[in-house]
């Protein structure tokens, strides 16, 4: 492995999010998306699937995340099978919350957000639908399906179709799949390309699309390229969270052995970017003020 490069073993672990009620936040997460409730008190509920916690809910904050902040734009759950993804949107179907549901050719996910504001994306990833990806000179991105045809990647999912999945017997799952996992974070960003110096070059992410025109700047590893994205698309209605408001507290980058760890803090310390070493953790903050913790799996 390239010493610059976080190897494909690197994921994302459980995401820190602040919200202005626990009880209320657990309705959404817990009641209908389905997550497991590892542990709750007056200060933070611990949420998670098959053994593992993916979501810590920290109360605390005064107000709801507005739209268009500086911040999280949605923290993603990953299913493995489109049928997991089917009874995901039958729970919110009954549940009677506002969602909505796009086809991104390359993924189907299911949209909804918290009642602090927090974007939350259920994702089943299609890769195999994809053929390759065009940039025109203009920067538009085309997706083209392995059928030729020409996708934007934000046609709205066929719910009927998807619903058909769960076939006749009207049974809903409950609980989200015990193989769930998080799969990528995004957020709102001002300035992409000064994020992406500081998450290609000194974290050690691979670059994926990078696109002003289209809005959208990510990374990731060469085994999941999309794990941290942002985009400009609020443009000038961009505007800072206030004092107080619910949102991104931090995520975490689980990497696959203390010796990747041991490099990305020399990395940062070359880079002179404040972080704080705690045994086999790092915590710092990418230069927007995003926090985040690096950590080695299993430690």
Known sequence: MD??????????????????????????????????????DAAQAELGAGGRTLIVLHAGAEVALPQKSRDLFHVAIHVTTRRDLAHTAARLKASGLRYSAQDHLISESLYVSDPSGNGIEICFDTPERLLRREVSPSGR????????????????????????????????????????????????????????KFYLGVLGFRPHIQSRSFGMFDCGTERRPHMVAFNIWAR??????????????????????????GAVQRRLEAADIQAKRDGRAISTADPEGNRLRLVVQGG
Do not use: C
């Open 141 to 196: 991105v085309s997706l083209i399906a392995v059928d030729g045809s020409a996708h934007s990647g934000l046609e709205p999912l066929n719910m009927s179709g998807l619903l058909r999945d769960l076939g006749n017997s009207g049974h809903v799952e409950p609980r989200m799949a015990q193989d769930a996992f998080i799969g990528h974070i995004h957020l709102r960003a001002r300035a992409p390309e000064m994020l992406m």
């Open 3 to 40: 010493e610059g490069l976080l190897s494909q073993a690197t994921r994302l672990g459980p995401v820190h999010l602040k919200v202005t009620d626990i009880p209320s936040a657990l309705s959404v997460w817990r009641d209908t998306l389905g997550l497991a409730l590892a542990g709750e």
């Open 236 to 261: 000038d209605e961009l505007r800072e969270p206030p004092p107080g408001a619910a949102g991104l507290d931090h995520f975490t980058i689980e990497l696959g052995s203390a010796q990747e760890l």
